[in-house]
């Protein structure tokens, strides 16, 4: 089996690769099929891997050219999780729209051209949702993008569907909270300060919060976002036959609450790194987010979540703290 995974030379796609090549194989409609060969495409190389089943592409995942060379009848599944991030696609509207939407349904055009319906899964996110919310967001929920970057996904989201439908591709839709902690340096995200007032101050630097203490946030840790990739991909079609898209399990916290799980695990010295100051433009774009969603759909097809976001702090200071620390 042949593995595409789009946005590979990211942390997410790159923690997605080590974990199929540990694993070794997927099960596909009740079939255990060994990977032989995982693709990772992105705009830059990928070298981090030393693996002869891991091949690295360079190239603009909106050309259609591109992607023709990435995809064939032997790609047998593709995690798309290639994306222009929250702040920036709305920075960049027409960045946003080439990538998050466009490359999208090239991706989905080049599935159908090639005639093997691959399983394909999609990343969408939170920022789906928006305006005049109830307090748990259903998986029924209407979608009312706030923001460029949600109406990318809810559009894509929604060709995947019809692609589906349409007997083009095996697909399903993965809704991920917003990922705390990523590691590495701040990105354009809006929800970047979810991941910087833990990772910096547990690497000795300041950070500011740019959201009040009660603004709510829904939150999956890396290790469990890449064992949910790894679950929603082998879910046999029939599980999701009636809803392609799945609202991930998460961990419902305030920014205040964050901070007092980093004193907790971390001490105060730590959490006294964090500073409080106010930035409208991301406080609206993450405010229009839901803060808590219901996952009984989720957790009946055994996708987990994390325990609490203490857990999740701990999981970075194993993973990602360099040098690690002990909680």
Sequence with gaps: MKVLITGGAGFLGQRLARKLLEQGALTLAGTRWPI?????????????????????????????????????????????????????????????????????????????????????VFTSSVAVYGGDLPDIVLDGTALNPQSSYGTQKAIAEL??????????????????????????????AASSFASGIIR??????????????????????PRR???????????????????????LPGVSVSAGDMVRALREVAGDEVANRVSWQPDDKVERIVGSWPGRWDTTRADRLGLRGDEDFAAIVRAYIADDLTPPRQP
């Design 225 to 247: 976002a890449v064992e949910a990739l790894v679950a929603g991909c082998e879910l046999d079609a029939s599980a999701v036959a009636d809803r392609r898209p799945i609202n």
């Design 159 to 188: 060709l995947l569907a019809d692609h589906t439908r349409r007997g083009f591709v095996d697909g399903r839709v993965l809704r991920l909270p917003t990922i705390s902690v990523r590691p590495g340096r701040p990105n354009a």
């Design 200 to 221: 910096e101050p547990l690497n000795g630097e300041a950070a500011n919060c740019p959201v009040g203490a009660t603004t709510r946030l829904w939150l999956l840790s």
């Design 36 to 120: 032989h060969q995982i693709d990772l495409l992105d705009v830059v190389a990928t070298q981090a891997i030393d693996d002869t089943r891991v091949r690295s592409l360079v190239g603009d995942i909106a050309d259609p050219q591109v992607l023709r060379g990435a995809i064939d009848q032997d790609t047998a599944v593709i995690f798309h999780l290639a994306a222009v991030v929250s702040g920036q696609a709305e920075a960049d509207f027409d960045l946003g729209m080439r990538i998050n939407l466009d490359a999208s349904r090239a991706l989905l055009e080049t599935c159908r051209a090639v005639g093997h319906m691959p399983r394909v």
